[in-house]
């Protein structure tokens, strides 16, 4: 019998084993190593194996950089590994803005609007009951959402405050303003109809027990579309340490009045509430104010820190047009007469003001920065702009915004050879000359191929004697956006073309030149 010896082949795999097994074997190493944040390059490099060197840091550090992401980014990396699988749910920075069903919410049916709120309202909810974490720094929502669904917003409240929101962003959109959401008395431990008199008085500042011992921790509250009573504003106010507050179209905020030394308060901006009458602030730090809306009466007392201020006083429209109350800068600058020699930020809003030939304009000694809102086809706007250079003699920076309407004026039957002709070379000669020695960055915001346009530009460019930058910026920032037309993107292209050719070659080459 022929000794074939010992065939060490059988205790061998065969290839096709040695692959499957192999194969097998690096499955299981593979979830053990996506457990522990290891991964492997594979056999083309060699085998190296790479360790995720970011998972082995502690919870706190990866949920802070959570928080830096968007909340559906941050619920995304649950898949990453078990190590991320429900840190996302610990997030500090709640921040829920839909833009893809927000762009183009207003075309969509109405039955299709209310499945897409309540889409949103379903993801906010499921959001709150899933989050895990102690704290959260920041709480937003941005949706078109009314009072139908004040139930789950009152529970988003409570929740933020349960949480110690520093930050808190309800920034709504209501068809009209009496459908907005509104900020409950009884989120704060408050009885509905409470009166100054009452939160001044036995009323314990905040509940020792219950969601809104969270306001304590609140330092920015902007809400927008939600009705807010001025008695819930002012608690907040008094017994918060917010620092900056902003109300965006509040339908029955009537007045707003402040009188307490002791509050971190610094930044108010209050724009478009309609039933507005009366902001008293007195004794307070207050070092920001903005108010954009029709007049109102505006008191001011002990406002030391008050360094900022933007007015846009709109017009009162009436059905009958010599009815209509005009806007000037008198009312806001009498307003503000103890406070104008301190501050150093001043915007304003002056598209819809009669130039008042009379008025003396009192000196702002200590303005820096001046942002001017205007209608350049006006020969008002050269002569306010004028009078702002000469009110100002150590202004650093001017901001011009350029609102110019092509459409609205074609529709009066103004062409365009008579808007070029609306700022005539002989009104522009009228205007006073004033040499200005500190100014030394121009910036024109909205500008367009417009002879009129230019003529601002050259005023400018003839009083500016020590002027170092000039920045032309044919973009319009405020209506930028995913609905901006074709037209529009023309008009910037023409601006841009037209500064080159007509301002480039004026500007003298001491002045940098610059066009966005």
């Known amino acids: 019998m022929k000794n074939r010896g010992c065939r060490t082949s059988q205790f061998l795999p065969n290839k096709k084993h040695e692959k499957r097994s192999k194969t097998k074997k690096k499955e299981n190493l593979g979830k053990k190593q996506k457990d522990k944040g290891e991964f492997s390059s594979g056999d083309r490099n060699g085998g190296v194996s790479y360790v995720d060197r970011i998972s082995e840091l502690p919870d706190g550090i990866l949920v802070s950089i959570l928080s830096c992401l968007l909340l559906k980014e ?14 996302w749910a610990s997030t500090m920075n709640l921040n829920f803005e839909d833009e893809k069903n927000s762009r183009d919410f207003k075309e969509v049916k109405p039955n299709i609007q209310h499945r897409k709120r309540r889409s949103f309202v379903s993801l906010v909810d499921r959001a709150v009951q899933q989050h895990t974490g102690p704290l959260i720094e920041r709480f937003r929502a941005c949706f078109f959402l009314d009072r139908r669904f004040a139930r789950s917003i009152d529970g988003w409240i409570e929740f ?8 808190l962003e309800l920034e709504f959109s209501a068809a009209n303003v009496k459908d907005n959401y509104t900020f409950s008395h009884e989120l704060l431990g408050l009885e509905t109809g409470s009166t100054r008199k009452d939160l001044h008085s036995g009323i314990p500042s905040l509940r020792s027990s219950g969601c809104s011992i969270g306001f304590k921790s609140l330092k920015v509250l902007n809400l927008r579309h939600v009705n807010v009573a001025g ?22 905020l009537v007045d707003i009045r402040v009188v307490s ?60 047009f010599f009815d209509s109350i005009t806007v000037s800068v008198e009312l806001p600058f009498t307003q503000l007469s103890c406070y104008l020699s301190q501050l150093k930020y001043l915007t304003m809003d002056i598209s819809e003001a009669v130039y ?42 001017l901001v011009l915004k ?11 039957g103004i062409g365009k050879t008579d808007m070029e002709e609306i700022v005539t070379t002989e009104q522009m000669e009228t205007v006073a000359k004033c040499p200005h020695h500190e100014l030394k960055v121009i910036e024109i915001v909205g500008y367009r191929a417009r002879r009129f346009a230019a003529k601002h530009v050259m005023l400018l460019l003839k009083n500016a004697v020590a ?50």
């Not at 649950?78 to 429900?86: E, G, H, K, P, Q």
């Not at 008695?231 to 339908?251: F, G, H, I, T, W």
């Not at 009379?358 to 050269?382: M, Q, R």
């Not at 609102?403 to 009066?412: C, K, Q, V, Y």
């Open 231 to 252: 008695e819930v504003l002012e608690y907040l106010l008094m017994n918060c340490p917010v620092e900056r507050v902003s109300v965006v179209a509040a339908k029955n």
């Open 402 to 412: 350029m609102n110019i309407i092509t459409s609205w004026l074609e529709e009066m």
């Open 467 to 516: 002027l170092e930058k000039l920045v032309i910026d044919p973009v319009r920032h405020q209506s930028r956006g995913p609905s901006m037309v074709k037209e529009d993107i023309d008009e910037e292209m023409k601006a841009r073309n037209h500064a080159m050719k007509h301002l480039k070659k004026i500007v003298p080459s001491t002045v940098n030149f610059v066009c966005l």
């Open 74 to 87: 941050a619920a995304a990396t649950s898949v990453l590994s078990r190590r991320w699988r429900d840190l």
């Open 356 to 397: 008042n030939q009379d008025y003396v304009f009192p000196i702002l000694a200590n303005l820096k920065y001046l942002e001017l809102t205007c209608e350049p086809h006006y020969v008002s706007a050269l002569r306010y702009l004028t009078s702002f250079m000469k009110a100002s003699p150590y202004l650093q920076k």
């Open 261 to 320: 030394p002791s509050i971190a308060w610094k930044y108010l901006a209050i724009e478009n509430c309609p039933d507005l009458k009366t902001i008293e602030i007195c004794n307070a730090d207050i070092v920001s104010f903005t108010y954009i809306g029709v007049a109102i009466n505006l008191l001011l007392s002990n406002v030391p820190l008050l360094a900022e201020v933007s007015i846009t006083e709109l017009e009162i429209e009436s059905n009958n």
């Open 160 to 167: 933020a405050m349960k949480k110690r929101v520093q930050i």
